[in-house]
């Protein structure tokens, strides 16, 4: 049998969530659709399993962003609904990955790439983007590796 894409993945949850009557999870797929048909109507394109993951990651952050917003502003009833969706998103996303494994990951990207000092940021990051895309929050990658090429 083979493995279903994520866009698969997706729909069927979205058929699970409507037959449950599960509104808020719902509502949170949808989101999701929406924003593929978006790209494929716009770039004339089919969402590729590399395509949605990076949608998703965009869509979690945007989401953290705004929680944290909502929780500074005293809302924390929006912050809720912030956190309840990115509970939703992160299910479709892989499993994340620890300190240890980011460290190792960078390291070997720093070795590969030869360079050393803030002039390897660029490449080295271009080289762990594709590897950790929805498995890491990469502004805390970019932490990581500024700290590594200064360290």
Not at 5 to 13: D, G, K, V
Not at 28 to 48: C, H, M, N
Not at 82 to 89: D, T
């Amino acid at each position: 049998m083979t493995e279903q894409s994520l866009t698969e993945t997706i729909r069927a949850a979205m058929k699970a969530a409507m037959k449950a009557r599960d509104k808020d999870r719902l509502g949170t797929i949808r989101l999701i659709q929406a924003e593929f048909k978006r790209i494929e109507v716009d770039e004339r394109i089919d969402v590729d399993d590399a395509r949605a993951l990076a949608v998703l990651d965009k869509m979690v952050k945007q989401r953290r962003d705004s929680a944290q917003q909502y929780q500074d502003a005293g809302r924390t009833e929006l912050a809720d609904k912030e956190n309840a969706e990115i509970a939703v998103l992160q299910e479709f996303l892989p499993q994340q990955l620890s300190e240890d494994e980011i460290i190792a990951l960078i390291d070997e990207a720093i070795a590969a790439s030869g360079a050393s000092g803030m002039a390897a940021m660029g490449p080295v990051m271009g080289q762990l983007k594709p590897k950790l895309q929805g498995r890491a929050d990469m502004g805390a990658v970019s932490g990581l590796v500024k700290a590594r090429l200064l360290g």
